[in-house]
């Protein structure tokens, strides 16, 4: 091999760490340990996309690095295998969604093994195996005996389309997030988790995480917790009150009007003869919305009066009451006290109806806006005037109770978690219905596996494909021997992915989830990296799945992942467009105001940077420049494959941890994928030489000298300390650093050498393997130790004199540090300089001072 070629370097050590079980984890647990967590890709497919080798390289150079720094490593990897793409795929070809699901896998499989990543490969997960998901089922029938799963008719979102309920967050304007389907609102029986018993606890913990605070605040909206009051409101003349939740009972005062959710059971007792044609309408408009729709803020505001009257328990004055579908059924108590003088969308909703406003808050005399929804003294309150908004909640809540009115009350935006589906390709629910009662199955007879059907077609009553197969649902109860039918329904995505984690610790453990040592051992999670797109759902789900068996006694930690990393997207290249209109080339923004211009697409050679501006070369034509999000429809995807046949997988690890900060968005660019591989030629050719030929030409047993020294420790401060923080990108710029210093060198020390190859090896491992092995080792570098540094040699060998003339520094000179406090050789030195001799002739020096390590002035005269 006359030079380096990835194509033979790096499958070579792929097999080499398959067939050496490398990276298995050792079963010891007298080393310190670290757990690191991919989050399991769902394997679709279409194959990895750049996106996963992100941050995989990542969390894969932080296991690297920290089995040489001599800690006992867990890095694993598996599936999130059920889903409904493999069933649609089923649907449409027939074929069953397990082969598709397991030929996806081993290609996965292939492709990450491709890409050198340091995972132990006998504990693979996949959730869709009976001997994983069993121990789901397990989980759920924990859930089930505490009370925290329940059967409960709901209004749900579904979609005939794809035959299956979807939940909120899969609901796009009206239509299924996968394939664009109408989804309609419709009530049906339901497995619901209790999730919201939890709230405050997984409120709280929140505290000890280390998270990136903005998910951490998206968790904690989610929950949405918040303290207020409810109130009643009689209605006038019916024996019926309408109760409130509210946040702000302290602006009840400027409680004008009120408004129910168009599905609130006194809507039809209340509703006016002269209305009930406009209320009908309005509700059946309102049902097929979404909550997500109904909040939009920026929505134009719609509803309809009821032709009845409430009475403001504060003043007495009679208010009207409306439906407005921007009240939320499921929320509160499904009505509102509206305060437009504080509530933008009251403020909205009481302008387009002409409803009156009253201001309960004193704005400051600055403000201009419509609805105040600051601080400030009560006013147009009775006795709570003057009052400021917590004091005058403490008041009108005392107030309320004692007058028998109302109360405290805490609220949350959290729902319980709706946990069923009706698809086929999930885990079956291990119930079985009894006279009708759901039961649990005995643990003994888990798993309940997914039985067989031909036809994977969802009915389109919302029955679940399970339901076909009869001889499965039809079953006895093993406890008394009457008839039994088992629930069709089965499990969401979501459920496999929230115990995984400790799955992996045990994978073939037989008696539990898993086993109570290797908890002890390894939990918690140290650290997860993985998309802000599992922000809330998935990292919450799991945090919920884990204090349930955290009361149950099967793990012994209060959360699962300590530090939590999110990788930033990678989108496509750079795109540049110029706009021609009326044949001239125009700027973007002259191109909009003209509305019918031409784009016209430009190539990277086509366009200069001007400033912070882009420009179409030799012009001032302002240039669109963007990148956007891969997708297939744009024609921009990177195919990650493609990049490893060119350039390598060491260069597409390096590339992906070059582009910038981990956590950032970041456009792709083949150019910057050449950058690294040509600094990986380079540094095979600093130990094969120019020519490129086997020998080591440059690598010596030489003393290494104290600037080579120097440039080694360097390289390694930087490199540890930014991998330690994650700072890979400018990790590697060390990596380069030193490589373009040493390829000045006549020879390499070898104990120079060796060191760098360990550095460089967690990110490039298949390259630094190679070189490791010609430099005389046997064995692979994966546990070598990680090279210290030395302060001491950091400093620089040479010491810096300013030089002087009559107090003006006019030359600088370097000195070696053994002959830096010699004065008469710094000072001789010194009056050699060209522009120092320029400024002595036809002068006389009258004063030399010499600081030594300092500074070097000679006073003269002329
Ligand atoms: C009067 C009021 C005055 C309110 C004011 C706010 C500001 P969070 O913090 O999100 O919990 N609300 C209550 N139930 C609702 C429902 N089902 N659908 C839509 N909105 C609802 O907000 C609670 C506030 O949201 C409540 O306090 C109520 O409006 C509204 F200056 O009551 B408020």
New binding site residues.
Partial sequence: MSSYNPKYVEPRWQKYWLENKTFKTPEDQDKPKYYILDMFPYPSGSGLHVGHPEGYTATDILARYKRMKGFNVLHPIGWDAFGLPAEQYAVKTGTHPRITTENNIKRFREQLQMLGFSYDWDREVNTTDPDYYKWTQWIFLKLFEKGLAYEDEQPVNWCPELGTVLANEEVIDGKSEVGGYPVVRKPMRQWVLKITAYADRLLEDLEELDWPESTKEMQRNWI?K?I?AEIDFRVQDHDAAIR?????PD?LFGATYMVL?PEHYLVDRITADAQKESVEEYKRKAENKSDRERQEISKEKTGVFTGAYAVNPANGEEIPIWIAD???AH??T?A??A?PG??ERDWEFAEAFDLPIIRTVEPPEDFDGKAY?GDGPAINSGFLNGLHITEAKQKIIDWLEENGTGQKSV?Y?LRDWLFSRQRYWGEPFPIIHVDGKPKAVPEDELPVTLPEVDDFQPTQTGEPPLARAVGWVETTDPETGKKALRETNTMPQWAGSCWYYLRYISPGYEEGPVDSSGENYWMPVDLYVGGSEHSVLHLLYARFWHKVLYDCGVVSTKEPFRKLVHQGMILGEMEYTAYRHHGKMVSASEAEKAGDAERVPLSEQDIEKKGDRFVMKGTDITVDARAHKMSKSRGNVINPDDVVETYGADSLRLYEMFMGPLEQVKPWSTKGVEGVNRFLNRTWRLFFGEEGDDEFIRVSGDEPDRDQIRILHEAIKKVTEDIEAMRFNTAISALMIFINEANQWENVPVTVAEPFVLLLSPFAPHIAEEIWQRLGHSESLAYAEWPGFNEEYLKSDTVEYPVQVNGKVRANIEVPAEQAKEKEFVLSLAKEQENIMKYLEDATIVKEIFVPGRIVNLVIKP
């Fill in positions: 949405g918040s207020g409130v939740f509210t946040t702000r602006t959710a921007y009240v939320l929320y509160g499904g509102i006290m305060v504080q509530d929804t609220n935006k």
